[in-house]
């Protein structure tokens, strides 16, 4: 059999674009790159990188992984137990409280259904506010009305999360479809009714799964506010840091990558639930 | 009950009989669930040491902080003296610049990371299902982690300062967008790859003429995604000594220099939505230009 070698130049002359790069494109490319290249150089220099610094504490961080095995508790495995209980109750209480603040907001949020535009303008900007807000910092802000506690923790992942939740919940009301509202409302239905039958029926099983998805991320962001002081393992978890207890920071890691991954795995049979008994 | 009807009564009757029983059933595991969620709300109010008759007398403080830091030390009202209110500006703003670079050098270090290892993650083109395993737990241990623990952490290991926090955003970004990097390529069209492969070319050459031109759109969209919830995270990295603005924002707290916090607080919310605004913009025109193919 003969092997033909393939006509390269025929093959140049008939696709000329797809054989020779376009070459504004390709200076568009170079030009993105080597901007990035010089932000993240200049960015290196600003923040004071340097081999020295990076080098010392790799060899400090390589030391405290050393120190982390084997991970335990010390003596205070009930502490860290009742604060890792307290975490999660925080995750869980803060995500319910916000889920039902965000319930009536995500209705005035939406296109379409309750209110008029100028509401709708004045919950999402509302919602936006909140959300350019961290969760650490509402933390600290409600220490100062609450006091220190995990009462404040619990607040903090509230308001964090109804501007999470306005945002998501008016988007899922949004693309609810349109045609049980229209047939309830030609059958001499009222809003009130289209709202009843037509759109929570279809959006509760799609909120209830954020929800139970955000429960979830809850969990981690709960670890970390107990660093500022709002209740929960944060607070043990930065004590050990700052006093060098690596054996036990590495418990209370390995304690919260556990109780994470049991949250995971129940909400996501819970979501897997929910959508699969009530989807259409 | 009678309904109107142009089927025979015996039949009306059976099929309702169906649909109360059905109704029933439902309501029944409405009214479970709905106790179960009682007993936890009980359980985690006990946990979490809710006191709402405190709360209740405490919470005007809440509405009086809001209001406080929009007062100045002399009483008046923020706005009738904005100079005085932004007194520290030039400062702040130099913090702010400091968050942005954490947030872009964290957000590009780990998606260089995540670019790399998303390859061994994907289940289309990992080279061996122990190497697949094993990419995507680093992934989930990086990811899981908050950025708060590492930066922690690297305080400690690398000294006060913006380093540490350039770390810790660049290792869960690492976690976050390794695992979408690798959803996005086991999404693609493998047609050019066994392709390019069967014309003899190497894997990284496979990745660079068959992989890379299909994601690299949404690899980018991912990546300012992430870039948007990192200036968030790098506004808070000061809490812990790790560089930005931060830093004066709990000073402040910590202080009572009441009006500076809402200074800083609307320095932040403003700085992150222009760069929600602005890399919505960038990722709807990369989206056009991806469709527009």
């Not at chain 1, 001499?188 to 998805?213: A, D, N």
């Not at chain 1, 418990?251 to 897997?272: N, Q």
Request: net charge positive; hydrophobic share 55%.
């Amino acid at each position: 059999m003969k092997h033909n070698p393939p006509d390269l130049a025929g093959i140049r002359a008939r696709h000329p674009h797809l054989m020779r790069p376009d070459p504004t494109s390709r200076l568009v490319t170079i030009g993105v790159v080597a901007v990035m290249v010089a932000l993240a150089g200049f960015a290196l220099m600003r923040l004071e990188f340097s081999f020295a610094r990076l080098g010392s504490g790799m060899v400090q961080l390589v030391t405290f992984l050393g120190l982390m095995v084997p991970p335990s508790p010390g003596a205070y495995a009930l502490l860290f137990l009742h604060a890792l209980a307290e975490t999660v109750a925080i995750a869980f209480l803060g995500t319910l409280l916000a889920a039902l603040f965000a319930f009536p907001l995500g209705f005035l949020a939406a296109r379409g259904v309750l209110g008029g535009a100028v509401l709708r303008f004045i919950t999402r900007r509302f919602s936006d506010t909140i959300r350019g807000v961290d969760t650490l910092i509402w933390a600290l802000i409600w220490i100062n009305v609450v006091g220190l506690g995990p009462f404040a923790g619990v607040l903090a992942i509230m308001t964090s999360d109804i501007g999470s939740f306005t945002k998501l919940f008016s988007e899922a009301i949004e693309a609810v479809d349109h045609k049980p509202a229209e047939g309830i409302l030609s059958a001499g239905g009222t809003k009130l009714h289209v709202l009843r039958f037509g759109i929570i029926p279809p959006v509760l099983p799609v909120l209830l799964s954020q929800v139970l998805y955000y429960f979830e991320s809850n969990t981690r962001s709960a670890t970390i506010i107990g660093i500022v002081g709002a209740g929960g393992i944060g607070l043990h978890l930065a004590e050990m840091i700052r006093t060098y207890e690596w054996d036990r920071v590495a418990f209370i890691i390995l304690m919260v990558l556990v109780t994470v991954a049991l949250i995971d795995f129940a909400s996501t049979r819970l979501r897997l639930a929910v959508a699969g008994t009530r989807a259409p | 009950m009678a309904i109107p009807s142009h089927l025979p009564q015996i039949q009306v009757a059976s099929l309702l009989a169906l649909y109360d029983g059905d109704v029933r059933a439902r309501r029944r595991t409405l009214w479970l669930a709905l106790g179960v969620l009682a007993f936890c709300i009980l359980v985690a109010g006990q946990v979490s040491e809710i006191d709402l008759p405190k709360f209740l007398t405490n919470f005007h403080s809440f509405p009086n902080y809001i209001l406080r830091i929009f007062f100045l030390e002399s009483g008046a009202v923020v706005f009738s003296d904005v100079a005085e209110w932004f007194w520290g500006l030039k400062k702040w703003l130099l913090h702010i610049g400091d968050t942005l670079l954490i947030a872009y050098l964290g957000t590009l270090i780990g998606a260089l990371g995540a670019f790399y290892l998303s390859f061994s993650a994907a289940a289309n083109l990992a080279k061996s299902p122990t190497r697949r395993f094993i990419a995507r737990r680093i992934l989930e241990f990086c990811r899981t982690v908050p950025e708060l623990v590492f930066a922690l952490i690297f305080v400690v290991a690398f000294g006060l300062g913006p380093v540490p926090g350039v770390l810790a955003i660049a290792i869960h970004t690492f976690g976050a967008l390794g695992k979408l990097f690798a959803e996005v390529v086991e999404n693609i069209d493998m047609k050019p790859v066994e392709g390019i492969l069967a014309g003899g070319a190497t894997r990284w050459q496979a990745i660079r003429f068959a992989v890379v031109p299909q994601v690299l759109s949404n690899f980018a969209s991912y990546g300012l995604l992430r870039f948007e919830i990192n200036v968030r995270g790098a506004s808070v990295m000061g809490f812990v000594g790790a560089g930005g603005i931060g830093q004066e924002l709990i000073e402040a707290v910590r202080k009572f220099y009441y009006s500076d916090i809402s200074a800083i607080l609307l320095l932040i919310i403003g700085t992150v939505i222009l760069i929600d605004l602005g890399t919505e913009h960038i990722r709807r025109r990369l989206l056009s230009a991806e469709t527009g193919r």
